[in-house]
């Protein structure tokens, strides 16, 4: 049976997204392994929010080389944030060209299509997409066991803060379906998870490209009368759209966590303007007033 060695950088985004990797490998009869000189396949979920993660993929690459010169069967492969970014997957294929497969954010599902083509005729395989029309459902996970799981509520960001990538590497704000998201959840409860993490670049803001009416807030109420489960958790929020439903939300509801993540950013009006935050100094002690 073959193995795979997936590293991850960067953010619980990525980490939700290797274990989503790891779930498809492990479809195709790959098993994990916790050495990476064991491994035949090595996949690096990269990160690109600051220079300092692109330059430990390099890093990383870089000594991989003497591996897959001793060992040139063994597949290489560079997914996530890094390569989405325009004339990256290029560049990668230019400074690495032993690395076998190049792919973004948009097409992770697409994995075990891309190691059945390099299986097939042995030619590397760099494929960035666009966003999709639908968001994929149903993919396998491999989850770290334990008691907290992580799971996916939106996709992507529009708030184009003047400082970060992340809209520019994982595409518009997408939310899930709540009644995907309810279903994980009570699946997750059967498999003996406690805690959920709900996920997204911007939390708050879940449900406004949905077709109904229905909100973080809501989905919250929803989630807590899913009986299996004792605690629940999200992560980012936003102090663009945090209101006050939400935070009543939170003190009625028995199982979300009374913990509030909220950056401030900057003190100064002015700078959180020059940073397209959408919010002031005084509306954010308005909101902290409010807890």
């Given amino acids: ?87 990256m997957a290029s560049r990668l294929r230019q400074l690495f060209p032993y690395v076998d497969l190049i792919f973004g954010t948009q097409n992770i599902d697409m994995l075990p299509v891309f190691v059945e083509r390099i299986a097939a005729d042995g030619n590397p395989v760099v494929e960035i997409a666009t966003e ?7 993919l396998p996970v491999a989850r770290k066991e334990g008691l907290r799981a992580l799971v996916t509520i939106t996709h992507g960001c529009n708030n184009y803060c003047t400082y970060c990538i992340v809209p520019y590497v994982r595409g518009s704000e997408r939310s899930r379906r709540p009644e995907h998201i309810i279903d994980e959840t009570i699946r997750l409860g059967h498999e003996g998870f406690k805690e959920v993490v709900l996920l997204g670049q911007n939390v708050n803001s879940y449900g406004k490209d949905l077709d109904k009416p229905f909100d973080f807030a809501d989905l919250l109420v929803s989630l807590d009368r899913v009986g299996s489960i004792e605690r629940i958790r999200y992560m980012t929020s936003h102090p663009r759209d945090f209101n006050e439903k939400l935070i009543q939300t939170i003190a009625r509801t028995k199982k979300t966590c009374e913990h509030f993540h909220l950056p401030v950013q900057s003190g100064s009006s002015r700078i959180l303007q020059n940073m397209n935050r959408g919010y002031t100094r005084e509306h954010y002690l308005h909101l902290v007033s409010l807890i």
Wanted: with cysteine; aromatic share 8%.
């Fill in 132 to 138: 999709p029309d639908e968001l994929p459902e149903g």
């Fill in 1 to 87: 049976m073959k193995t795979y060695y997936i590293k991850t950088f960067g953010c619980q985004m990525n980490e939700h997204d290797s274990e989503i990797l790891a779930g498809m490998l492990e479809s195709i009869g790959y098993r994990s392994t916790g050495t990476i000189d064991r491994a035949d396949f090595v996949l690096l979920n990269t990160c690109c929010i600051r220079e300092t993660a692109e330059n430990k993929v390099f890093s990383f690459l870089g000594r991989l080389k003497r591996q897959k010169m001793s060992n040139p069967a063994m597949l290489i492969g560079v997914c996530g944030c890094m390569p989405q970014q325009t004339g």
